[in-house]
């Protein structure tokens, strides 16, 4: 098919990144949900589709990705979950080739439905759904730029049930604007800049793209509302910035985002960055890693001024993005130097950090420094 102007017949570095992050947390996702005898129906929406299958490559686009994923741990676990598939796209022939493979290639192994409707239709279509309290919904939004997000369809999309939805956004373009010129005030994409701004009380002060990604996170969290973790895509040399935003009721769904986040960068778990490796790359990771995990230690002991429950370091460890082990091999050290002081009696190691002491709010103590 013929692309249009800015299109690629092929998927770049930050691309792929973004993929392998949706690709890491959906395996997660249906894990769980498929060994979950309370679900009866798990619902994945791909509301900016695209074209599915890149020509140039072969590559594997969103759809076709959580098709696969979809098949692979249905064959698995042979669960009696139902699943459906729902793909969208405003381009007519992009749809068409995304849907002629799925149905070509995943015949009778989940319900799928295709549209082809703007960003506004769509949403009000999934508004209109209707959920029991035994679906799970995972909708993936990956708009051609920014025009198409809205504060109050995210805020709708996240109340339609039990929803968790993933974003991507072209960071770096949106936040040129902060400080508009003439010029850029005459730009049509500063309407929408704006809006968004305006709609997300968003700080125009922001002095970094990373400060701005942090800021659009919260936002997200709509006043704490919901669980948030953003993923950095570095597009190339010249520092282009796009992020992944994942949003959450359910803070194990945070857990599993945040191993993902770590799958792909091992060292802080933070970004992609798609550049070439060289001589001293390994010393530099290795350096920046013990800098990421002084930076939670320091935080940490600084959370642990007043007592503190197991239940309270697990909800922490995950706000701060790390994983549970490193927040318990810094317990461990501060434990082994006797600097630890708990309001009852402990198991040495054992520090109960985990989403099942968190959803059973079992408190096994409290701890603070001394």
Known sequence: ?????????????????KLDFLKKYLDRYLKILLRDTYTHEINIFDIFCGI????????????????????????????????????????????????????NNYQNIFDFQSYILDAKDVVKKIKEMKFTNKTKNFIFIDPHGYKEIY?????????????????????????????????????????????????????????????????????????????????????????NFYALFFITKNIYGLEKAIEAKWEIDEVCGKKFEAEESHLFTEDFSKEEKENCLDELKKKLIYY?????????IYKFTLQ??????????????????????FDRKVRKNSFYISYKYYKENEIKYKVKIK
């Open 52 to 103: 599915g299958i890149y020509e140039n490559d072969g590559s594997k686009g969103s759809p076709i990705i959580i098709a696969d994923l979809i098949k692979i741990n249905n064959d698995d676990y042979k669960s009696n979950t139902k699943l459906k598939l729902f793909i969208n796209d405003i381009d007519n022939k992009k749809v068409k080739t995304a849907t002629d493979y799925i149905r």
């Open 151 to 239: 504060k109050q369809d995210i805020y709708d999309l996240m109340n339609i049930g039990k929803t968790e939805i993933l974003i991507f956004l072209p960071v770096s373009y949106m936040y040129r604007f902060l400080k508009p010129t003439k010029e850029d005030e005459k730009n049509p994409s500063y309407k929408h800049i704006k809006r968004i701004m305006e709609e997300f009380a968003l700080n125009y002060n922001i002095d970094s793209i990373d400060a701005y990604i942090d800021n659009i996170t919260e936002a997200f969290s709509f006043d704490n509302s919901f669980f948030t973790t953003n993923f950095k895509l570095k597009k190339d040399l010249s520092g």
């Open 304 to 312: 642990l001024q007043d007592f503190k429950t197991n239940i309270d």
């Open 320 to 341: 701060q993005g790390f994983l549970l082990k490193d927040t318990n091999s810094i317990l461990r050290q501060l434990q082994q130097q006797s600097k630890l002081e």
């Open 1 to 17: 098919m013929a692309l249009k102007q800015g299109e690629k017949s092929y998927l770049e570095a930050h691309s792929k990144a």
